[in-house]
């Protein structure tokens, strides 16, 4: 038998009953899609494939393949501070109805939650939740799979169910954009600015491009940061014109 990607070869054949299994070399996703020949051989028996009876079966070519592999999660991504991306290796059934509550989400040290909204659009689960994520946040996801097919995850056919998974199956990347916290940014010295977000900052944020910040001191020209550093949650800026304190 050869399945048609550049006429690939099956790497194994077994047969049980009516069902005759083979073995690929390139392994196969929901994603797939395959086209299957056969062409029985003209020795031994083991070449061909035959009924109990001895009667050998028919040659056929490029048959399409169902695909039935279940969807599986590539990443799950915190993309927004109330939205959450779980993105499958395949388009799903966007027709489904998925209850929000197959699902479970866990931000930071709060207990379980489901999300306010569930949505299915080409390969994505799109997950709202009722509180407010930040790029700091460590979250976690579950999913369980309902007994009803068109309440569940399932490839663009409706022919296979993605599996249910635990919130430690996956690690929930957070891409959140950082956010200036309320009341964040402050002279906090003559020539000195502080600006606060609310996560972590990559030490290099702001030390290798001062002049990305501009300033305006008491209605003057705009002028670039003298200088700028980065400490945890917090870009301290260097101002050239001092800063008088109003009184």
Known sequence: ?????????AISCSISGKIVTLGTSTPLTAASTVVISYTRGSGAANTKITSTADI???????????????????TIIATGKNTIEIT???????????SKTSYSIIIGSTAAAQPSTVALSSNKVTLTTASDM????????????????????????????ADSFLNTAHTVQNKIIPQIISG????????????????????????????????KINGGSAEAAAGASVSNTKVTLTTTTAMVRNL
């Open 1 to 9: 038998m050869q399945l048609l990607r550049a006429s690939e070869k």
């Open 56 to 74: 050998e079966a028919l040659n056929f070519a490029a048959l399409i393949v169902s695909n039935n592999i279940k969807p599986d999660v590539t």
């Open 184 to 215: 964040g940014i402050k002279a906090i010295a003559e020539n000195t600015i502080e600006i606060e977000y609310d996560t972590n900052l990559a030490a290099s944020a702001a030390n290798t491009g001062k002049s990305q910040w501009t300033f």
């Open 134 to 161: 930040t790029g700091a946040s460590t979250i976690k996801v579950a999913y369980t799979k309902s007994n009803t097919a068109s309440e569940n995850v399932q490839n663009g056919g409706g022919t296979a169910t």
């Open 88 to 98: 499958y290796d395949v388009a799903l059934k966007t027709s489904n109805t998925v």
